[in-house]
């Protein structure tokens, strides 16, 4: 067990590029969360997968941003069209269903929008 | 909607010494879950304690502890023996029951400083 992986750890974008990111979860969890930090802020809900299936998407997630998690194993959150207030850490936790005692979180994907 | 505020942006405390960290939150539900969150200068979210609002009774994990007042709807966190390892950003974090899945809704933060 390594972990939750996010992948890239930084990424420097210009301003109207996609981008994506990618996230590894534990493997025997089958819950997974997306959820974005500003700088000197809680992190904010995104959305969320049990297996592969996207159940919730907080109004947070407009429509240039789609996530997915194909057969319920890795997920990917891509951001078309970037903007500078894109500009945040993109956190990744995963956790089983059947215990309800905290995820365990990645170590996150800086986005800087230039 | 639930809410999670956390009233002090900073604290610090000497090596050795206690602090206690404040956490309010609103919700109309019954059955729900509060933890407290350190994230490191590394950015990793570190679960540090939880509580189940059915427990009346405060979770403890070796040094942290907490103060679970569920009418006033507080949570703070006590750090006892403060170590030069604690120093990070803390979140306090809300999760509802029952059947519901793990979405989470955290505060603002504290930053902690420990001082030798």
């Known amino acids: 067990d390594t972990g939750v992986s996010q992948d890239p750890r930084h990424k420097i974008t210009k301003r109207g590029q996609n981008v994506t990111f990618r996230c590894d979860p534990i493997?025997?969890?089958?819950?997974l969360y997306w959820y974005r930090q500003t700088l000197g802020q809680g992190p904010e809900f995104l959305t969320y997968?049990?297996?592969?299936?996207?159940?919730?998407k907080s109004r947070l997630l407009s429509d240039r941003f789609s996530a997915e998690r194909p057969k319920g194993s890795f997920s990917t959150l891509e951001i078309q069209r970037t903007e500078q207030g894109d500009s945040a850490m993109y956190l990744c936790?995963?956790?089983?269903?059947?215990?309800?005692?905290?995820?365990?979180f990645g170590s996150g994907t800086r986005l800087t929008v230039v | 909607a639930q809410t999670v505020t956390q009233s002090q942006p900073e604290m610090s405390v000497q090596e050795a010494e206690t602090v206690t960290l404040s956490c309010t939150y609103d919700?109309?539900?019954?059955?729900?879950?509060l933890f407290w969150y350190k994230q490191p200068p590394s950015r990793q979210m570190i679960l540090v304690i939880r509580?189940?609002?059915?427990?009346?009774q405060n979770a403890t994990e070796n040094r942290f502890s907490v103060n679970f007042q569920k009418a006033a709807k507080s949570f703070s966190l006590k750090i006892s023996d403060s170590q030069l390892g604690d120093a990070a950003m803390y979140f306090c974090?809300?999760?509802?029951?029952?059947?519901?899945?793990?979405?989470?809704?955290f505060g603002q933060g504290t930053i902690l400083t420990v001082h030798p």
């Open positions: 509580q189940e609002a059915y427990k009346q």
């Open positions: 919700t109309s539900e019954s059955d729900y879950y």
């Open positions: 974090a809300y999760k509802a029951g029952g059947t519901s899945y793990g979405k989470l809704t």
């Open positions: 493997s025997e969890h089958n819950r």
């Open positions: 936790a995963s956790s089983p269903k059947d215990r309800d005692y905290g995820y365990t």
């Open positions: 997968f049990q297996n592969e299936a996207q159940l919730e």
